[in-house]
């Protein structure tokens, strides 16, 4: 084998060598797969760059292909996921450090929602982790709190004078409470006692609220399936149905009363109007002359006298024309006798 192969031979190593080193880190992949773009906002994007991998779970699924500046001076961060992937529109995206070199890599945590991100849509839902420089700043704030405040207790514990005078003011407020607690017992007892009803009460209540709130579960589920009256009201479309019919018909009443050139005139008008009014003011007057008994409708119907008499009249006009009827027959017959004789 001449040296000519045998460098080739170990070039062509150190290059699959390579690849498989590159796959290991998760650098290169031997397949490119589809992807379709989403965009998140971040307040600070410090650390994060192109390329950086969007993982899911700890697996990568995408990665950041730009990052921009926005108007509002947040920044924009254009990301290519993997086409298999569909997020919910209720994710979230956090920046996070991995690795002990500090890569910043972009942590997808997935919603419930059913609606899903589409291609070129925004994931909302963004979070950054607090920042290494404020936190050293905090904590070295911290520091300088606590240095100063054992500084103080220093000088309080240190001065013997001022710890003994502490501890006697610590004795003789302890002596006052026992004094007063000795001296007030019974009352404390019946403070103690009431604090006792006081939470027995407060137990019914409770107990009161949560028998009201079961009762009210109650009624909204039976309202919910559409039982009862109310339930009924809610989900039966014959109440909306019945409520239409009546508008469409009052429609059409008002309709009819705009057309009608009676009821118009009725409501326009007003010669019409005193017409029917006058009129009824006769027929009034008509009825009480003869509720009065006046004019001879008015004796007909209150006059007991006048009444008989017509009563009697009647009878005799029936009288008389039975007797025509009786008549006629010996009438006719005599005629035609006389004829033939």
């Known amino acids: 084998m001449t040296n000519e192969a045998k460098v080739g031979i170990f070039v062509v190593i150190i290059l699959i060598l390579f690849i498989l080193l590159s796959m290991q880190i998760g650098e290169l992949t031997l397949g490119r797969k589809e992807t379709y773009p989403i965009t ?16 899911l779970a700890g697996v990568e699924v995408g990665k950041v292909v730009g990052i921009s500046l926005n108007k509002d001076f947040s920044a924009l961060v254009r990301a290519a996921i993997h086409e298999d992937i569909r997020l919910p529109i209720d994710s979230t995206a956090s920046i996070a450090t991995k690795g002990v070199l500090g890569d910043k890599i972009i942590i997808l945590t997935p919603g419930v929602s059913s609606n899903i991100i589409e291609p070129g849509g925004n994931l909302a839902r963004t979070r950054i982790p607090p920042s290494l420089d404020l936190l050293l700043t905090q904590l070295g704030e911290l520091a300088a709190n606590l240095t100063e405040l054992s500084g103080v207790f220093n000088e309080v514990f240190g001065d013997e004078e001022l710890l ?11 002596e006052s409470a026992a004094s007063i607690l000795s001296e007030n017992r019974e009352g404390i007892a019946e403070i103690v006692i009431s ?3 006081i939470t027995d009460n407060f137990a019914t209540v409770s107990q009161n609220l949560s028998t009201t709130s079961d009762h009210i579960d109650q009624i909204t589920n039976t309202i919910s399936a559409g039982e009862g009256t109310l339930g009924k009201l809610v989900h039966d479309d014959t109440l909306y149905l019945s409520l239409v019919d009546f508008l469409d018909s009052a429609q059409a009443f008002t309709s009819r009363l705009n057309d009608d050139s009676t009821v118009s005139m009725l409501m326009t008008d007003p ?6 009014l006058a009129v009824s003011e006769n027929i009034r007057f008509i009825s009480e002359e003869i509720a009065s008994g006046r004019g001879t409708l008015g004796h007909i119907l209150v006059d007991d006298d006048l009444y008989q008499e017509i009563k009697e009249t009647i009878r005799s006009v029936n009288l008389a024309a039975r007797g025509l009827e009786e008549q006629t027959p010996i009438t006719i017959m005599g005629t035609i006798l006389g004829l033939i004789w």
């Open 164 to 174: 003994r005078g502490i501890l006697n003011n610590v004795t003789q407020f302890s």
């Open 40 to 55: 998140m906002v971040f307040s600070s994007v410090d650390g994060l760059k192109e390329s950086s991998p969007l993982e």
């Open 195 to 197: 604090l006792g009803e």
């Open 271 to 276: 010669s019409l109007y005193e017409n029917l």
